[in-house]
């Protein structure tokens, strides 16, 4: 379908054109935006699709994005895009915006054989007939102007939604599988999906396992210092500090302050500037809230081949049950999830082994994941096993 484009950068304007989408049935959006030079990304662009036209919206000119974020939160309208997830949270830094009533194109050709996570090209390809041009991709969003070619590669973003949104529907419908995509889509209109926790980076790390109980403090604390300076100034958080030298500040403050002048590795710059707000970091009592995550963590990981095992056998299950009904396993039990449970990991959500994931495995493997206890093998005199 051909739809007539618009090119916006004038607030009132935007106000005026974006303010009649409300009450849509549909739209379709895609945003481009400029985000390993600060910490807040910097929205470019704003393309949208509706039934009547597309509008590509000049961020940096129009600031007041009120007339679109309406739309978004209107449970009355169906919001469809590609790969949501980091136009959501970009849309939720800048403006706080939770949105309703979602399809993702993404999300629904995982359901109907495609794998997980399937490019935009590919599936307009396959569903569409229609090859898209992949030049722009790593445009400079930021520069005005911007320039055409890349201009039309933001439209190809949205001009396909709409046909995406209707051909995966059909094929989700057959399948019986609308309720499984509209469910796991769901998980962006959970407010609690946006919250930074200043702890993960360092709970996420293995290296927590390696340190004693002040250690672990300390660690809980640079990774969290870490990102609140890099929000305080904007600037990425490597700019800040580079992950690869906080163990060697560990190290160097455990040995005294000249430690850290006499350890060539760490660049001089950052010590000079910062080590008296590690001192502070290292020495400080520990917080209620601080021993309360570091209990909560399992022991490290045991080196258990049995129970390594166990898992990977379950896991080649899942697979299999991915494969017997055409979806991706990468959609249903992504690899990283499956290590957290695997190892104890207390990030591991065991919520994702309820809702149409249990329905799909079936009481037995579900129960068999989440009781973590081993398999047993019987073999069989007259050939194969049987495990229980």
């Not at 484009?5 to 935006?33: N, S």
């Not at 997980?116 to 005005?144: N, Q």
């Not at 999906?193 to 640079?222: H, M």
């Not at 870490?226 to 403050?253: D, F, M």
Request: aromatic share 12%; proline share 6%; with cysteine.
């Amino acid at each position: 379908m051909s739809y007539p484009i618009r090119y916006i950068d004038d607030q009132k304007e935007f106000d005026q054109v974006v303010g009649a989408l409300k009450g849509q049935p549909w739209v379709g959006f895609d945003t481009e935006f400029v985000g390993e030079k600060t910490f807040i990304p910097v929205l470019c662009l704003l393309q949208i699709v509706y039934e009547q036209g597309i509008f590509l919206v000049d961020t940096l000119s129009v600031k007041n994005l009120d007339a679109f974020l309406v739309v978004l939160e209107d449970p009355g309208t169906l919001k469809i895009t590609h790969a949501g997830d980091n136009d959501y949270r970009i849309l939720n830094i800048l403006f706080g915006t939770v949105p309703v009533n979602l399809f993702d194109t993404q999300i629904a050709a995982g359901f109907v054989g495609y794998n997980y996570p399937a490019g935009f090209g590919k599936i307009v390809e396959r569903e569409l007939g229609v090859s898209l041009s992949k030049s722009h991709t790593v445009a400079d969003w930021a520069a005005r102007p911007i320039d055409e070619r890349a201009l039309n590669y933001a439209v190809e973003d949205v001009k396909y939604l709409p046909g995406l949104h209707k051909k995966l529907t059909g094929k989700l419908e057959r399948k019986h599988r609308s309720t499984w995509a509209k469910e796991e889509s769901r998980k962006w209109e959970n407010p609690d999906f946006y919250t930074a926790d200043p702890y993960k980076e360092a709970i996420s790390s293995d290296f927590i396992y390696q340190l004693d109980r002040r250690e672990q403090v300390f660690l809980l604390r640079i990774y969290a210092w870490r990102r609140q300076r890099a929000l305080e100034v904007n600037l990425p958080k490597e700019q800040i500090l580079q992950g690869k030298y906080v163990s060697a500040i560990l190290r160097a403050l455990k040995d005294g302050p000249g430690a850290i002048r006499a350890n060539r590795t760490l660049p001089e710059s950052a010590w000079k500037k910062f080590q008296p707000e590690w001192e502070k970091l290292f020495k400080s009592p520990i917080t209620a809230e601080e021993k309360a995550i570091l209990d909560s963590l399992p022991g490290a990981p045991p080196d258990d081949p049995e129970m390594e095992w166990h898992y990977e056998l379950l896991y080649h299950f899942v697979k299999k049950q991915c494969l017997d009904h055409e979806i991706s396993a990468a959609l249903l039990f992504p690899r990283g999830d499956f290590n957290k449970l695997k190892s104890g990991h207390p990030d591991f959500d065991m919520s994702i082994l309820d809702g149409w994931r249990a329905n799909l495995l079936g009481p037995e493997l579900v129960q068999w994941l989440k009781s973590g206890q081993p398999l047993k093998i019987e073999w069989l005199p007259e050939g194969g096993c049987k495990i229980h």
